[in-house]
């Protein structure tokens, strides 16, 4: 996938744009038919998949696909969203140690002009080894700043011990603003 | 482990210290005085409401009268642990966030082995795990074992801890007459294998197994639904992978090669069928499928509660279809099946991080509320918003599937709605939680890999006779054998898959060497490196060298310098702290973007500064930490002794109106507990085959109280009182009119059912008080 600059809202990606976005219109009420919750269940207290919000102080901790809220200095804000990884060779007879990782990052609703830099990502895997994802080959590279009604989107890639690890961003010298845990799956 | 100077490496307890967490109810017991806490729930049996037991005694120990529990939906999710799911990595996670607040949060609760189907077969059968099922079947679908090979020896578990098990027929050209490996032994278990289906055909309940994606995805846009969209890839019998003309006695199907047309796996998601067959245990006992002869075919072993068989419509169906799927059977009591297995597919179960197909995220209001098409919900049928897998595409399923499953008149009257994993992948850090490394930006002390952590991905789970154990039965084909030095032969359930194991020698005379264990089948074991060589640069300014290939467990690997003249290296220098800077983007494509870095030390961790310039250095060769040859140093993940028994600890939620919103158990359960379970609520020991099986019957199980498999393992406490906390005064009223506020505990009951609990020794448990748990937080760790 090519690295793309779009007009706000015209992609949303994290699970809020994703419920923001509606689906077919037709709301339907088909299992009010038989009945609403029970009594006993609690009211939600939390509004789940609602989207974190990182700091240098406090850096969003979140799974991947879901989107942080990014506050950085001078006012500025931005959304991050990190899905991945994908691997190739799924399900084979041999599954081996390593994998080629591929994550899509999503950068929209800044306040302000944001720089992008693919650098400022790294992964971390369960023996805290750190990676450089690059820029899939092939993609332009995404712009160099992120101004305000446009979405930047671009694959970072590596290959990566399979298993658990974090993805992090770090685009103010080597503070973090946010993490996600993916899984590098290859069964 | 403890690892000895001599050499030696010495086992020490590895069981967590656990803090008991009393419950805030009056505890009545009647009989022994045996003190009963949330956590001590889980006692030995102490009775059984088998054939025709009176109404108010409990079942077993599970704390629940015969029929309270009427309904269960079973929702199985994929490789996830504990840590990753249920401490905070997913702040916002519906899983997370808000179905703990609605039931219980098992903390213990554990897969039984390594990788995933495995466990499957185990939940619903009792057979511990063998090297084709460990790896997804994902070679070929043949027979497994036979009714001959069903352990007989002994008659019974307290005799021979492998009765009843399938032994595999290759075991016997292994030389250590187990651990056959994959593609060696197959895959679908003989007829005499009894499921938990069977016992509930026997019992007469009605039970259903509902797989999304089933004979193929629905496609965006489509008004009608389609049974089959894909041909050819899950039309063999029960959901099996293959056409409808494979099966494993006569045409047995190919799971990685010579795949049909239309068809890119068997194993994993395809854009236009997310459904996998590894993780849908129907297809995969004969005692479900029955046979194909050159005659014919044969029957399974049980006959369903409403006749015909137990791979028809009316008991293997696609979660969405409109008249045989989840919603048209929701509709009424009458129309639900006693126990629902739920599968969700490759993406919605939280295996693939990038979906194949439709992550159902098109299928919500701007308010966030699922939207049900009329007259039948299909989200498929919804343009999807993105394709993010994991935890963000199961919140999405879990969101859709369990309002409509609370709404529904079944589960107000005695449902139990079981949220669960298969196995745990690893926790990040190996810290037990994930969290902790979430600020770190390299490497830090706490973050540093050790084996004896590593293996606790690996950890069993299971309370025995009232006590919480790491251990559990292996079965006759996934063993945990040890050689005479107590080094570790096999890899046992847990597959070895988190840990460096020794290698194979390939020379054993005249004497064993010591870093390398004759015979040792070490399953997903990584190998410890070899002496390593690196480009780096560092001066005499400095006792940092930066090293582009330094890891994070090159820590304490000896560094020579062969190259640079004269040796600017001191004699006994060694890797300290590794860090990592930049990132360094290469001109060149051979360059690498990592600039790492470590600290040169001595053998007391002194900084050790060279002498002149240094361009290349060769790391030691890691080995055994208790007996290393000249020239290596320790590998911080090699363990030669420790076990791999299970499936690690993965973490379970229950919702019903018999059990309290927002409490917490840290009871060990497993797989195993699980199905002891239902067997229990069931009571399938009252149902009428008592045919004389290999070992057991369908109805009597192993033990006679209707346990299969390891359920039956003398002691094993199902989910308990600490679990089904709010039976006691038979649960929550069944009223549909939502309220705000919380939970709406009943009035304390003292009806006439104490007397027969006290008569019969059984603890009772009653409330003090009113008082409301919806909003009490679940503790985060």
Request: aromatic share 8%; with cysteine; hydrophobic share 30%.
């Amino acid at each position: 996938m090519a690295a793309t600059v779009l007009a706000s809202g015209a992609l949303g990606v994290g699970i809020a744009a994703a419920l923001a976005g509606g689906g077919s219109g037709h709301a339907a009420s088909s299992a009010g038919r038989y009945g609403a919750l029970p009594s006993f269940l609690p009211t939600p207290s939390v509004r789940t998949d609602a989207i974190v919000t990182g700091t240098v102080r406090h850096p969003g901790l979140t799974s991947q696909g879901d989107a942080v809220h990014a506050v950085l200095p001078n006012g500025r804000f931005v959304r991050v969203t990190v899905s991945g990884p994908e691997t190739p060779g799924e399900g084979l007879p041999f599954q081996a140690d390593a994998d080629t990782a591929t994550w899509t990052v999503t950068l929209s609703d800044a306040s302000k002009p944001v720089p992008i830099s693919t650098k400022a990502f790294s992964a971390i895997d369960s023996l805290g080894k750190i990676y450089r994802p690059q820029l899939v080959p092939g993609q332009p590279r995404p712009p160099a700043v992120l101004r305000p009604g446009h979405t930047a989107r671009f694959e970072l890639r590596v290959v990566m011990r399979v298993g658990e690890g974090d993805m992090r961003w770090a685009p103010l010298h080597n503070d973090l603003l946010a993490t996600w845990d993916f899984v590098v799956e290859n069964d | 482990m403890q690892i000895l100077r001599n050499g030696s490496a010495t086992p020490t307890p590895r069981q967590p210290r656990r803090t008991l967490r009393r419950n805030r109810t009056a505890l009545v017991l009647a009989g022994a005085a045996v003190l009963v806490g949330s956590t001590a729930a889980a006692m030995p049996a102490v009775a059984s409401a088998a054939h025709g037991s009176p109404k108010n005694l409990t079942i077993s120990s599970t704390g629940l009268k015969p029929g309270q529990v009427k309904h269960v939906w079973l929702i199985i999710l994929e490789n996830k642990s504990y840590d990753a799911t249920f401490t905070g990595l997913n702040q916002n996670s519906y899983l997370w966030k808000t179905l703990p607040k609605q039931g219980v949060l098992l903390k213990n609760y554990y897969g039984t082995g390594h990788s995933s189907m495995d466990n499957y077969l185990s939940m619903v059968s009792g057979q511990a795990p063998e090297e084709d099922t460990q790896s997804d079947c994902s070679v070929e679908n043949t027979n497994f074992s036979s009714n001959a090979g069903i352990v007989t020896k002994g008659g019974s578990l307290k005799n021979n801890p492998n009765y009843g098990q399938a032994a595999s027929a290759a075991n016997a050209a292994q030389p250590s007459g187990a651990n056959a490996p994959n593609g060696a032994n197959g895959c679908t278990y003989p007829k005499d294998v009894p499921t938990l289906f069977n016992q509930l055909d026997a019992a007469g309940k009605t039970w259903k197994g509902y797989a999304q994606d089933l004979g193929g995805a629905q496609a965006a846009g489509s008004s009608s639904f389609q049974a089959d969209t894909v041909p050819g890839r899950d039309d063999a019998v029960c959901g099996g992978p293959g056409s409808t003309a494979n099966n494993p006695d006569t045409d047995p199907t190919f799971l990685s090669s010579n795949l049909p047309s239309g068809v890119t796996s068997f194993t994993g998601a395809q854009p236009n069928d997310q459904y996998v067959a590894k993780h849908f245990p129907f297809p995969w006992f004969h005692s479900l499928t029955g046979g194909v002869t050159s005659g014919g075919t044969t029957p399974g072993l049980t006959t369903p509660a409403q006749g015909g068989s137990d791979c028809d419509t009316a008991h293997i169906a696609n979660l969405d279809n409109p008249q045989t799927g989840l919603f048209h059977d929701l509709q009424k009591s009458s129309t639900t099946p006693a126990f629902s297995w739920v599968t969700p597919d490759n993406c919605s179960d939280a295996h693939d991080a990038i979906c194949k197909g439709n992550n159902l995220s098109g299928s919500f209001t701007a308010s966030g509320q699922p939207i049900y098409q009329t007259p039948t919900p299909d989200p498929e049928t919804t343009t999807p918003k993105n394709f993010t897998g994991g935890l963000y595409a199961s919140d999405l399923f879990l969101e859709y599937y369990i309002p409509m499953i609370e709404k529904s008149p079944a589960f107000k009257d005695g449902g139990l709605i079981d949220v669960t994993f298969d196995e745990g992948n690893p926790p990040f850090t190996y810290s037990g939680n994930s969290f902790n490394n979430a600020n770190a930006y390299g490497p830090t002390l706490g973050d540093e890999p050790n084996a004896t952590a590593g293996i606790t991905a690996d950890a069993a789970g299971q309370n025995i006779n009232g006590h919480n154990v790491h251990t559990e039965p292996t079965g006759p084909n996934s063993t945990l054998g040890t050689d005479t030095k107590g080094d570790q032969l096999y890899p046992g359930p847990g597959n070895n898959s988190f840990i460096d194991r020794p290698p194979v020698c390939t020379s054993t005379s005249p004497n064993v060497p010591s870093d390398c264990v004759p015979g040792i089948v070490r399953g997903g074991s990584g190998t410890s490196p070899g002496t390593r060589t690196d480009g780096v640069a560092g001066n005499s300014s400095s006792s940092f060298i930066e090293d582009k290939s330094i890891l994070a467990d090159d820590t304490g690997r000896q560094v020579t310098d062969t190259v640079d003249s004269p040796d600017p290296l001191p004699a006994s220098t060694f890797v300290g702290a590794v860090t990592d800077t930049g990132p360094d983007f290469p001109t060149t494509n051979t360059g690498q973007v990592t600039n790492g870095s470590f600290q040169l030390v001595d053998q007391s961790g002194t900084p050790v500064t060279p002498t002149g310039p240094v361009s290349s250095i060769t790391l030691s060769a890691e080995g055994d930490p208790g007996n290393l040859a000249p020239g290596q140093t320790a590998d911080p993940l090699w363990d030669a002794t420790h076990p791999t028994p299970g499936g690690g600890d993965t973490g379970s939620v229950l919702i019903s109106p018999l059990i309290r919103p927002g409490s917490v158990s840290k009871t060990f359960y497993n797989h195993y507990s699980w199905l002891a379970t239902m067997e229990d609520i069931f009571q399938v020991s009252n149902g009428h085959d008592h045919t004389a099986l290999p070992a057991g019957t369908v109805s009597g199980g192993l033990d006679g109280q209707g346990h299969l498999g390891y359920a039956a393992q003398p002691g094993l406490a199902p989910f308990g009182p600490d679990v089904f906390n709010n039976a006691g005064h038979g649960g929550y009223a069944a009223s549909s009119s939502h309220r705000s506020g919380g939970a709406a505990w009943l009035p304390e009951s003292t009806g006439g059912g104490i007397a027969a609990l006290v008569a019969a020794g059984l603890p009772i448990w009653f409330r003090r008080g009113r008082r409301s748990t919806a909003s009490r937080p679940v503790p985060a760790t």
